[in-house]
């Protein structure tokens, strides 16, 4: 379905510094029995967030009372592990609306763009420099301007720029989905496969 | 076209419209579906007042929630039943053949897609499952995709995809003793790394390759995703087209024939360029094993793990495990063996397993989890016996389903206890809550399942 406009924004960050968060530590399996999509947010991290009793497990970072807002900055290798959109669902339902990381995982990376999330790739480097501020100052605002692929800590004069293809930035800023774009290419697909020959 | 690679050949000739500054649009000729990742694609569809554009190129099964015991009843468990017959209802509304519980070609889609010969060389196949990768053995380019994107194929039989970028990894030389294409691939992640593959496209090449079994490509392809890649294949041979002769789904005749000479050309050209290659020696393979919480952490089963003492998630992942940097592996008691799954649930699997297991018991601290790959798997396992080899040392043979690769059905692997697994992930929680995984091959869990600890299956064959 064709999602909300993604507008910039500004917010405090939740920092998660560990490498390889697949997405069965995002939402695990068994959480995945629904069969509409609503509630996964409560799902999130579910086995890091709570204890087996339920209770919360306060060392963890989205329970950390310190750390909220709308982005979260990520270890490397973000998301990686099995295709389920349900993560992408989780993250979108808890409220975040943008992921830093130096490295997403490829399924997890179109999921994300097709559910209105942003993937903002930045160097090792600049993750480092990133994870640190927040881990100083938690209270550290970033801005994320898609429009000019920037994000932006003013008083800190960080300003780091992130690659997306024009396409689907565009989808992002005029909520635009690839259903409705395919849907608009169905004469041509017609015409594919009418004039397919299988020879490669 | 003389310097294109396999992987060009069968993607471009699949691109509907390249997008300026965006990614292509992607014919799609063979979609598979299952219970979970399918629900809320159908129910968007339906919002949008749309059917399935094309019904005939999407076959379904149900995999990941059904139990692996009492299949003729009705499952007990409510949530699972709801996705089960949900599949069936928007199955029947949309006209798509779905192999259910009672259908002899149900089971893990992965392995029904080959077996039926469903999939064919050069095909572009989908399915919102990661080890769609599987198919890649076929030489077909196969990828996961998320739910939005199965909405996608419905609507329009077509996805948008960025071109990924392209690897090759060559094999070459004879096997050691034990190794199979599951110590391969655990050996080529643990030298890339879990995300050494992301944004490429793997071929897998040389002469170690093309002597794999069509049953031990797949193994190997399946698991491409865990280095990060979208997916892997191998060009088609001859071993290829004698394992598609004849299937149900096969093509038959003249057009049989036809198909051959297709095939044939699906190769790379001898000048074809690679973003990335790698070379391994088959001879520095050795039988594999994880000792971690991602399949990148694995290593020779009689090495020690290594010390990594200043990356934090290392050392979490110890943690997590009860391990220790520096310690060997072998001796250590396991609690549960599972061989099963879309990466090991084939039937050369389960000859492999038997034939080790055969003659000796299973030990008493071992409780074993024997699940076929699909019920045509199950018949095999029976017609030639390997059931009462099972038996006769101890072992229960359970039936079809994804099992405890991901425990969304009742085999759970309790907290803290830990099973040397033939599937394909060991993250936190994957076969279960708290459980510790080990990622091995056949070999490795049956000798495991016998001797009631880590064991190098070398010193158990003759």
Not at chain 2, 143 to 149: A, D, L, P, Q, Y
Not at chain 2, 383 to 394: D, F, M, P, T, W
Not at chain 2, 409 to 417: E, I, M, R
Request: glycine share 8%.
């Amino acid at each position: 379905m064709s999602f909300k406009k993604f507008k910039e924004f500004t917010s405090t960050v939740v920092p998660l510094a560990t490498e390889n968060i697949d997405t069965d530590q995002i939402i695990p399996a068994r959480f995945l029995k629904a069969v509409e999509r609503k509630g996964f947010g409560e799902k999130l991290f579910h086995d890091w967030r709570y204890d087996e009793k339920g209770n919360k497990i306060a060392s963890f970072e989205l329970n950390d009372q310190r750390y909220s807002g709308k982005i979260l900055l990520a270890g490397k290798n973000f998301g990686c592990g099995s295709s389920r959109e349900h993560a992408a669902w989780a993250l979108y339902d808890y409220g975040f609306r943008a992921i830093i990381s130096s490295y997403f995982a490829d399924i997890f990376t179109n999921n994300a763009f097709n559910n209105g999330l942003l993937p903002i790739q930045v160097s090792e480097d600049e993750l480092a420099v990133l994870m640190k501020q927040v881990a100083d100052e938690p209270d550290s605002m970033i801005e994320v301007n898609l429009a000019h692929q920037k994000i932006i800590i003013t008083e800190k004069k960080i300003k780091y720029s992130f690659e997306i293809n024009a396409y689907k930035k565009e989808c992002l800023i005029k909520g635009y989905d690839d259903f409705s774009y395919l849907q608009s290419m169905l004469t041509d697909i017609e015409k594919y496969e009418q004039s397919r020959n299988t020879a490669f | 076209m003389e310097n294109n690679t396999l992987f060009d050949k069968i993607w471009d000739s699949h691109v509907v419209k390249k997008v300026a500054g965006g990614p292509n649009v992607l014919y799609i000729d063979r979609h598979y579906i299952h219970e979970v990742t399918s629900p809320v694609a159908f129910g968007n569809l339906e919002g949008r007042g749309l059917k399935v554009l094309r019904p005939e190129k999407t076959i379904a099964t149900m995999d990941h929630n059904i139990p692996t015991e009492n299949q003729h009843l009705p499952i007990q468990d409510l949530l699972s039943r709801n996705q089960v017959e949900t599949l069936e209802e928007n199955c029947k509304a949309h006209g798509i053949k779905l192999f259910d519980l009672n259908h002899d070609n149900l089971g893990i889609v992965h392995v029904i897609g080959p077996e039926l010969g469903l999939t064919q060389p050069g095909m572009t196949v989908v399915c919102g499952d990661s080890h769609t990768s599987t198919h890649g053995a076929l030489g077909s380019v196969a990828f996961g995709i998320g739910t939005s994107e199965v909405e996608m194929v419905f609507g329009t039989q077509c996805i948008m995809q960025s071109k990924p970028k392209k690897m090759r990894i060559s094999i070459n030389g004879n096997l050691n003793k034990a190794v199979t294409s599951k110590d391969i691939i655990l050996y080529i992640i643990s030298k890339i790394s879990s995300s050494g593959g992301t944004g490429y496209f793997i071929e897998f090449a040389g002469n170690t390759i093309r002597n794999l079994s069509m049953e031990a490509r797949m193994s190997l392809c399946n698991m491409s995703i865990e280095c990060g890649a979208r997916g892997g294949l191998i060009a088609p041979d001859q071993l290829t087209f004698e394992y598609l002769k004849g299937k149900d789904y096969s093509p038959s005749g003249e057009d049989w024939k036809k198909k051959i000479m297709e095939w044939t050309l699906l190769k790379s050209d001898p000048g074809a360029s690679f973003d990335m290659e790698y070379s391994y020696e088959a001879a520095d393979i050795f039988p594999m094993i994880t000792y971690g919480t991602n399949p990148g952490m694995g290593m020779d089963i009689t090495g020690r793990i290594p010390h990594n003492n200043a990356d934090e998630s290392f050392k979490k992942a110890l943690d997590y495990m009860g391990f220790e940097a520096g310690e060997k592996l072998i001796g250590k008691p396991v609690d549960f063996v599972f061989v099963g799954s879309c990466t090991n649930g084939r039937i050369e699997d389960f000859r492999m397993f038997a034939n080790l297991v055969k003659g000796r018991k299973k030990a008493d601290n071992i409780t074993a989890w024997i699940v076929p790959g699909s019920k045509s798997v199950e018949k095999e396992i029976r017609k030639e016996g390997i059931v009462e080899i099972l038996e006769n040392s101890g072992f229960a043979l359970r039936q079809p389903g994804c099992s405890a690769c991901l425990a969304m059905n009742d085999d759970k692997v309790p907290a803290g206890n830990y099973a040397v697994s033939t599937s394909n992930r060991n993250f936190e929680g994957r076969q279960g809550p708290g459980a510790r995984t080990l990622l091995a091959s056949p070999l490795v869990a049956a000798a495991a399942a016998v001797t009631g600890v880590i064991t190098n299956p070398v010193e158990l064959l003759e």
